[in-house]
């Protein structure tokens, strides 16, 4: 049994992965502004401060704690919340942990498929190609460099490049529910994905096997915005127009953060699974239907 500190524990991904972990006997403790269960403590980064019960004889962090991508538009204040949300939260931890020469055995964080730069090309993306250019390729990478600093402390690293991640209840999945489902843009741009069960999986391998590095956590099966909305209609019975969302449309709604709508590419999850890890949910007409 390891003692693991999740932060964003009680978003989307924290709530269902402290779920899998309590079920596989670990205990699972959350970091909060706001707590309240018995497994919740108090931090506020804006104060330096941790509650310091939280950090008793952990083993592992897992840092999921982020503002939302796509939540809001995309200003200067706003994108400066999506960085220093990530990062100087990392940060804390990293002070924290240094402070009191606590010895982890793993600091696990998540970080973005976008890493690579929101851009549509027939490149398909491994591990070791460069961050993009981009506004969502600062963000990974500032997000990972903030975990990498955990290895100068000799703490095994373990950071998971994650795609659109498909739950039952929240997440992008309610939103593209739309009564008429359509593609958006140009309906040809790829969309990274992955089961949210397949997702805490990755997680839970990280605490429980020898699974460091950096990896893209996406299914193997590529989609279009097209493709993958023609699958989504079908799952959830809803009829489907070919005719896609004009892009000049969803600039004007939603400016600079339309770019995540309307451009992608494919990654690779080639490295994750040459590492043992097996997807439950491979195929996206699958992992809609069990959704």
Known sequence: MAKILITGGTGLVGTKLTQFLTERNHEARILSRNPEGKNEFKWDVSKNY???KALENIDYVIHLAGAGIADKRWTD????????SRVETANLLFNKIKEKNIVLKGFISASGSNYYGAKTTNKIFKETDTAGNDFLGEVCLKWEAAANQFSTLNIPVTILRTGVVLSEKG????????????PLGSGQQYMSWIHINDLCAAYIKAVEDDFSGVYNAVAPEFHTSKTFSKTLAKAIKRPYLPIAVPGFLLTLIFGELAV?????????SNKIQENNF???YANLKEALENL
């Open 50 to 52: 941790i509650d310091e």
């Open 77 to 84: 204040e706003r994108k400066k919340i999506i960085i220093d």
């Open 171 to 182: 997440g992008a999945l309610d939103r593209m529910k739309t009564p008429i489902v359509t």
């Open 260 to 268: 995540i709508l309307l451009e992608g590419s494919r990654l690779s």
């Open 278 to 280: 097996h997807f439950k």
